[in-house]
């Protein structure tokens, strides 16, 4: 038996590092699989060790609560396709302000990274303190910080709660009144009195996480002129958003928030993709006809997909190696499509 | 001579995850983790805390060590999240880090229970710990 190691990646920075699959082979035959993750960490840990909390968050605009939401919504919608189920419209509507909930705190949190860079601390605090009230909100809807688990089959595990529509209205109201004041602030002090001086600090650019990445081969200015418009998509986002949400909650249809998925599947197991804002998720999961799902396994086409590898690759000779790998799309599909 | 009852921590933190998220948050000035004595060092070399927020793998390890030799004597670890605290989703036995003084475990901990784990790292180093537990003082973090 001859061992052959196939390295991939660096897949993509905000994962920890690149995939290392081990191959025993007998002939063209393979007969053995050991995947490896995290191998080379080659990009965690220039970022991760003696940078900042800042920079090192700002690396990972992925990892926010609307991922969480995200993956439970793009899950159940699986199970609800393949079984054929209708959902109530206001467990629909109950899902879309979580998920909005949950992208406003993603881009405050931007925002808030986003004004420490440029140097302005109060802002910062200030655009904090509104995040914080907001995943207050998020943790009264559903129970969490980071919403997992709440987005159930069939419907929310939990219904709007009493006065928290009011809540959030004001909420948002009180964030739209205070938007001016914001926006002021990072245009006119930020760009004129700090930012610029921003402009010439090469040595900073390493703090820019990946929009220093993107733009590693450009002139100087190229991150700078790339984290304006960051800058102007961040704001003019989190108004839309807020307005958006707004409008939901004042539209939220009566009903059912959750009716019980009773139907019996018999074991299976079943592929299916799901188009999302982001991309195309693949998901592979089995039944038992037990009225319970015995188990579930989301494999996302990214790292996740990794643990499907050994079970795919046994026993297939080597030269259908490309194919399957194709097959299972080893990329993050929401950005590096 | 009792000469710092109530020292300063210099942190750094390693790691990637959404305990950093939440650890965002406790430095806000709702929870102001400031006024704990707790501020961020510009270099590790100017540290004496190092906060490790979730996921570790192998390759890291090694680095948080190398990071935690250039530390200030004395220097303390506390630990954040299920991940760096028993493995979470990635299992990795914590016998490879570096003695850890605090455990704060959730998934991610809420900015109460970092705050907690500050404290209770105070009254760990400042040896008032007994003192605290006479007077019903409780510590919500694992020693």
């Known amino acids: 038996m001859i061992q052959k190691n196939i390295e991939l990646g660096p897949i993509h920075e905000f994962l920890p590092g690149a995939m290392k699959i081990g191959l025993g082979l007998s002939g063209d035959e393979i007969v053995s699989v050991d995947t490896e993750f995290g191998y080379l960490a ?9 940078t900042s909390i800042f920079a090192r968050t700002l690396r990972l605009s992925r990892l926010e609560p609307e991922s969480a939401l995200i993956i439970d919504q793009m899950l159940c919608g699986c199970i609800e396709e393949a079984m054929e189920f209708e959902v109530n419209p206001r467990a629909e509507w109950v899902r879309l302000v979580a998920k909005e909930m949950c992208d406003l705190i993603g881009i405050l949190k931007y925002l808030a990274l986003m004004s420490k860079r440029m140097k302005l601390a109060s802002l910062m605090q200030v655009l904090l303190r509104h995040r914080e009230d907001l995943v207050d909100l998020l943790e009264l809807l559903t129970g969490s910080r980071f919403g997992y688990d709440y987005i159930i089959p069939g419907g929310v ?20 009144a205070d938007f001016d004041r914001i926006e002021s602030l990072f245009y006119w002090v930020g760009y004129h009195r700090n930012f610029l001086s921003h402009l010439g600090s090469v040595a900073d650019r390493g703090d820019l996480g990946f929009v220093s990445r993107a733009n590693k081969d450009h002139t100087r200015l190229g991150p700078v002129s790339n984290v304006r418009s960051r800058l102007d998509f961040g704001l003019s986002a989190s108004v839309s958003v807020g307005r958006r949400l707004l ?16 139907r019996v599947l018999r074991k299976t197991q ?35 997909s990794i643990k499907a590898l050994p079970e795919a690759l046994m026993n297939e000779n080597i030269d259908d190696l490309p194919l ?8 993050v599909a929401e950005i590096d499509k | 001579m009792k000469t710092n009852s109530h020292p300063t921590f210099r942190y750094v933190s390693v790691g990637y995850s959404c305990c950093g998220d939440d650890f965002l948050q ?71 880090l570096p003695p850890v003084e605090v455990w704060v475990t959730g998934c991610p901990p809420r900015p109460e229970a970092i705050m907690n784990g500050v404290i209770a790292l105070h009254e760990k180093v400042s040896g008032s710990r007994e003192k605290s537990k006479s007077s019903g003082m409780k510590s919500g973090a694992q020693p």
């Open chain 1, 157 to 176: 595990r939990f219904d709007l709660s009493h006065g928290l529509a009011d809540r959030l209205d004001r909420w948002i109201h009180n964030y739209l």
């Open chain 1, 270 to 304: 079943l592929r299916t993709e799901m188009e999302t804002q982001r991309g195309v998720w693949q998901f592979y999961f089995e039944f038992e006809s037990n009225w319970s799902i015995q188990k579930i396994e989301v494999n996302s086409p990214s790292d996740q």
């Open chain 1, 42 to 50: 080659k990009n965690l840990i220039p970022g991760s060790i003696g």
């Open chain 1, 324 to 331: 399957i790998m194709q097959s299972l799309n080893f990329i």
């Open chain 2, 26 to 96: 406790t430095m806000s000035s709702r929870y102001d983790l400031e006024r704990l004595g707790c501020v961020e060092a510009p270099q590790p070399q100017f540290a004496n805390l190092l906060i490790i927020q979730g996921t570790l793998n192998a390759k890291l390890i090694t680095e948080v060590n190398s990071l935690y030799e250039k530390m200030l004597t004395p220097k303390y670890i506390m630990a954040l999240g299920t991940c760096s605290c028993g493995g979470g989703l990635f299992p990795l036995s914590p016998q490879h």
């Open chain 1, 247 to 262: 409008e939901l909650l004042n539209a939220i249809p009566e009903g059912r928030y959750h009716d019980p998925v009773d």
